[in-house]
């Protein structure tokens, strides 16, 4: 999802008022805030994917997966609307909107949001207390990256075969099964 800047500085606090009214949503880093346009038909794929698997293994547990409207407070002060988020901790979500208490991010890239979900997101991300794992899936090939704070936040990446242990709710889930209908080259080869 591309990002679109607007140039004036406003409050956290009116960010937050305004956001519940707008139709499009918004990011607010810094100050300033960024429109969320557009997602493809394979970054919906990716994120219903992946909370269909998680919702089903969480069913009944004390945690709960979102996918898209969530927002989470960052480190720094910034909101953001991860793809999918799992938090175990319902007692911290403010408003019903916000979160500060994430155990898994989901980010889906996009050739526009490669830079920020690569570098500026992971260094807000990694620095949430409470966050275990940061997951970063590829759209446009399968490749699938997992920082873990269990391992120092080093990246591990995942292909087709492989499956991916989250720790932080004990679940497994394959590659095979993120990139169910996905269409892509690899997802074709891999079919075929």
Not at 134 to 162: C, N, P
Request: glycine share 4%; aromatic share 10%.
């Amino acid at each position: 999802m591309p990002n679109i800047k607007q140039s004036e500085l406003i409050s956290d606090e009116d960010y937050l008022k305004d956001e519940l009214t707008r139709t499009v949503k918004h990011e607010y880093v810094d100050g300033k805030i960024f429109a969320m346009v557009g997602a493809s038909a394979n970054h919906g794929r990716i994120s219903g994917n992946v909370f269909a698997e998680v919702r089903a293994h969480l069913k009944g547990g004390p945690c709960e997966p979102y996918i898209a409207d969530m927002k989470v407070k960052t480190s720094t002060g910034s909101y953001r609307y991860p793809d999918v988020l799992v938090v175990c901790d319902k007692d911290f979500i403010e408003n019903g909107h916000v979160t500060q208490t994430p155990v898994i991010l989901v980010e889906v890239l996009s050739r526009s949001t490669r830079k920020t979900d690569e570098r500026d997101k992971l260094l807000e991300y990694i620095n949430i207390a409470t966050l275990k794992e940061y997951v970063i899936i590829e759209q446009d090939v399968v490749d699938v990256t997992v920082y873990r704070k269990s391992d120092d936040w080093r990246s591990a990446h995942y292909f087709l075969g492989d499956n991916i242990h989250f720790e932080s709710i004990d679940f497994t889930l394959s590659v095979e099964e993120i990139y169910n209908r996905v269409e892509n080259e690899d997802m074709a080869e891999f079919l075929a």
